[in-house]
């Protein structure tokens, strides 16, 4: 399973994810992809069969649902909630391993045409940062 990252997630995540071995390319990473609307982040991450990774779930759910009504696949999107998985250095870690698990769990194309959400974090579900 290859992934993009868009633009709300720090390029680190990429790193850390690319050292356990991962196909991770992060939108801030690519100068062809900075700014650029999201339908075009959504074109690009189809062509490239990388599974999608954003906080916009308001523009890529519906973008999901799109391709498929349109007889195309895609290659995934997995949401990550900005109210509950907080940005901040502490969550760097979780996001990692969430990710990692993620394609873990889906090898090959099994994540095609998917869309899942990272749950946030036991402490943060209860009200504390994560780690706490």
């Known amino acids: 399973m290859k992934i993009l990252l868009d633009e709300h997630l720090r390029p680190h995540i990429a790193r850390l994810l690319r050292e356990r071995g991962r196909d991770v390319v992060a939108v801030l990473e690519r100068p ?3 700014g ?9 991450a189809i062509a ?6 954003t906080e916009n779930a308001r523009d890529f759910v519906p973008a999901a649902r799109a391709t ?6 895609h290659a995934g999107l997995v949401l990550v909630s900005p109210q509950t998985v907080l940005r901040s250095r502490d969550a760097t870690g979780f ?4 990710l990692h698990r993620i394609v873990m769990a889906n090898p090959g194309n099994s994540f095609v045409d998917r869309v899942a959400w990272v749950e946030p974090p036991v402490d943060a579900a209860e009200g504390g940062p994560p780690g706490s």
């Open 32 to 34: 062809d992809l900075i």
């Open 95 to 98: 996001i990692v391993e969430a």
């Open 48 to 53: 490239e069969g990388r599974a999608l990774v």
């Open 36 to 44: 650029m609307l999201d339908g075009h982040v959504w074109k690009v």
């Open 68 to 73: 498929n009504a349109a007889g195309r696949s």
